[in-house]
């Protein structure tokens, strides 16, 4: 048994479908056949189900795949720590900003000012499943999860409505369900955390906001907002610079609404120094950022 074969067997258990991965491998297909055989020949079991034309991993298959992945990650944090025994120089660090993208300029110079020698590969693209995961990630959900060795905790957040000053509505204290149905409502592009948690609350609530407008990212919305396409859903405090004194930010009585920041990052990878730095900085940045913003406007929500 050999890396090789390993390799070959990973990439075909994540398309099952042995001519893709021959083509992705830049290898005869019966080459690729071969060698699969060979390793199910030296395990002394299947590995694959043959369907037809077809094949399907199976449950030893399965079993196999995960002792293979532990393989190839401890090989890659093998080599990352040996990089950094080798050389400081290369301290870059993949983070991905699912959310609180407004504070990302105040986080990069903290981070800056902690270490200058940090070079931050930053996205707001959800990494694909082949991709390799980033090293932090800035996300939030709708229910608060405990701190693990994979996530952290940094701030919950209420999340309200914001309208144009001009809007009819604009000079309640409060907006009820009743007078916002049949609103036009903006909304980011599904799949971002925002939009996913605006529509789990708004099925708890059982209220179907009219969506006329949707944005692909906050400063379009932020944009629009003054024009009066409608109402959006924006979290409180760290969409605070969003707002003009064209909009008015509303809380909606009956529709209680948070969302909750955290980071995280996958533990079974090697962090390096310039990880961690990267980790605590941002981790402290969010515990003065909450000491300033203490959440007393949004009650505890239960069974989200």
Known sequence: MDLLQLKYFREVARTQQLSKTAQKLHIAQPSLSQTLKRLETELGCSLFDRQGKGICLNHAGTIFLRYVEQVFTALDNARLELDELKSSEDQTVSLYV???????????????????GIR??????????????????????????????????????????????NHRLADRSALTLDEIRGESFSELVSGTNLTSIVRHYCERYHFSPNVTTVADTPAVMRDLLPLGPGIAFIPEYTWHDFLTPSMSLKAVSGMPMERFLMLSWNPESF??????????????????????????SVQPLHNT
Request: aromatic share 4%; net charge positive.
């Open 98 to 116: 699912g959310s609180a993208s407004m504070l990302l300029p105040a986080i990069v110079r903290r981070i800056q000012k902690k270490d200058p």
């Open 120 to 165: 931050l590969q930053i996205t707001q693209q959800p990494p694909s499943p082949n991709d390799p995961l980033p090293a932090l990630s800035l996300t939030s959900v709708h229910t608060l999860l405990p701190d693990s060795n994979s996530r952290i905790f940094l701030l919950r957040e209420p999340i309200k409505a914001v309208l144009p000053s």
């Open 271 to 296: 962090q390096t120094s310039a990880v961690r730095t990267c980790r605590d900085v941002i981790v402290r940045y969010f515990k003065e950022y909450t000491q300033a913003h203490p959440v007393t």
